[in-house]
């Protein structure tokens, strides 16, 4: 079974308060120790990785993503998806084709820019042509930022998430929904929710699931937590 369909399987047929918990390593050695722990599978966080290359987030070269990514995918035998922003102005099949060249099992594209939510129509035909191009070789999440955005309306998530799922999208993301509204995203979504977690914050990954998240995804939150931890043992080194 290739890794597509193995990141695929793992979506499916997730029991209420059990999702499937997807944290994000920032570099390999951060994925060697996510897969030692038993993961059965990670995602990037495109903010965590541009923490670890010196960038602001948003702001890492298209080729240092990938190349960050494909560096993760070597150091593990799970599968890797990858936090790819907005797609870095990248046609499809090019996007596609790197993707895959560096080894991910999909990707995560948001539908904002600059925190202005894109025409969902556009964005919509956007990933039909990533499916299009991807055909079954990758799982593609497609990101809901009308939270992130400051547009509280869940239906205005419900509704772009429908053109998404529609034109091909394996999963969505309401990014920054609150937990309460998640059984309202769930009635209203068909398919496979992603749904974001604080660290050592919030309802845990099994209580989104019960709310109705199919995974849990931590975004930079590992990288912020392991660079707290590094700023206190470096003060007791002074």
Known sequence: MSKVETFRRLHRGRLPGDPLVLPGPWDAAAARVLAEAGFPALATPSAGIAASLGYADGQTPADEMFAAVARIVRAVDVPV?????????????????????????????EDSVDGVLQDPREHADR?????????????????????ACGVDDPERAIERAALYVAAGADCVYPIGAPPHVLPLLRAGIQGPINVGAEIGEGPSPAELGARGATRVTFGPGLQRRTAQALREIAAQLT
Do not use: M, Q, W
Request: hydrophobic fraction near 50%.
């Open 81 to 109: 998806s990858a936090d790819i922003e907005g797609g870095y102005g990248l046609p499809a099949k090019e996007l596609v084709e790197r993707l895959l060249e560096a080894g991910a099992v999909g990707c995560n594209l």
């Open 127 to 147: 990933l039909a042509e990533v499916r299009s191009a991807a055909a079954d070789r990758l799982f593609v999440n497609a990101r809901v930022d009308t939270f």
